[in-house]
T-cell receptor, first 119, second 111 residues
Framework: DAGVTQSPTHLIKTRGQQVTLRCSPK?????VSWYQQALGQGPQFIFQ???????QRGNFPDRFSGHQFPNYSSELNVNALLLGDSALYLC??????????????????FGEGSWLTVV | AQSVSQHNHHVILSEAASLELGCNYS??????LFWYVQYPGQHLQLLLK??????LVKGIKGFEAEFIKSKFSFNLRKPSVQWSDTAEYFC?????????FGSGTRLQVQP
């Protein structure tokens, strides 16, 4: 059990619609990142949230937005869906360390993902 | 630009064969390197990670990887694979916050 839970596990949307995906981080974790994994590709970083603020963003358009709540859970929103948004969306959680995100003791945990199909 | 390349897209081995999966990275500054595995229908799991120190890193399930700075490589190895190692393997490089993944290698181990 990864400890990171995502919902829904599968969903189908129509082009132009909007979607919200949810993530609960592993207990005790305060940092949430979102990744998009298209079929046959490796995950691509969308953005990261810490202390309810987006603090780094990958190369994704503004149609992709997010939110982090006081309990550290997070949402990913995608507006005006395109066929190309069909992918597995992964949530990753970790604990921010004093020395920075990638201190050697800081392990990143991934959820099982939400499969989004846009038709 | 940061990038990670995995040379082998699909590898088929027989049980007990040795495994080596290639990974090259292009990264400015301090780089942290990871190998993740994704079994069918399961979440990404960390196999091993390199931050500093001994360039030969041992991970779970008998996997190891060697960081060769001069070659910008971080290849994954296992001396004897099992059928249960059938999965997709991802190499990743991390900067301060985000991970950059390679496109993955699908490993199929035949009994």
């Amino acid at each position: 059990d990864a400890g990171v839970t995502q919902s829904p596990t599968h969903l189908i949307k129509t082009r132009g619609q909007q979607v919200t995906l949810r993530c609960s981080p592993k207990s005790g974790h305060d940092t949430v990142s979102w990744y998009q994994q298209a079929l046959g590709q490796g995950p691509q970083f969308i953005f990261q949230y810490y202390e309810e603020e987006e603090r780094q963003r990958g190369n994704f358009p503004d149609r992709f937005s997010g939110h982090q709540f006081p309990n550290y859970s997070s949402e990913l929103n995608v507006n005006a869906l395109l066929l190309g948004d069909s992918a597995l969306y992964l949530c990753a959680s970790s604990l921010e360390a004093v020395r920075g995100f990638y201190s050697s003791g800081n392990t990143i945990y991934f959820g099982e993902g939400s499969w989004l199909t846009v038709v | 630009a940061q990038s990670v390349s995995q040379h082998n897209h699909h590898v088929i081995l027989s049980e007990a064969a040795s495994l080596e999966l290639g990974c090259n990275y292009s990264y400015g500054g301090t780089v942290n390197l990871f190998w993740y595995v994704q079994y069918p229908g399961q979440h990404l799991q960390l196999l091993l990670k390199y931050f500093s120190g001994d360039p030969l890193v041992k991970g779970i399930k008998g996997f190891e990887a060697e960081f060769i700075k001069s070659k910008f490589s971080f290849n994954l190895r296992k001396p004897s694979v099992q059928w249960s190692d059938t999965a997709e393997y991802f190499c990743a490089a991390g900067g301060r916050r985000a991970l950059t993944f390679g496109s993955g290698t699908r490993l199929q181990v035949q009994p």
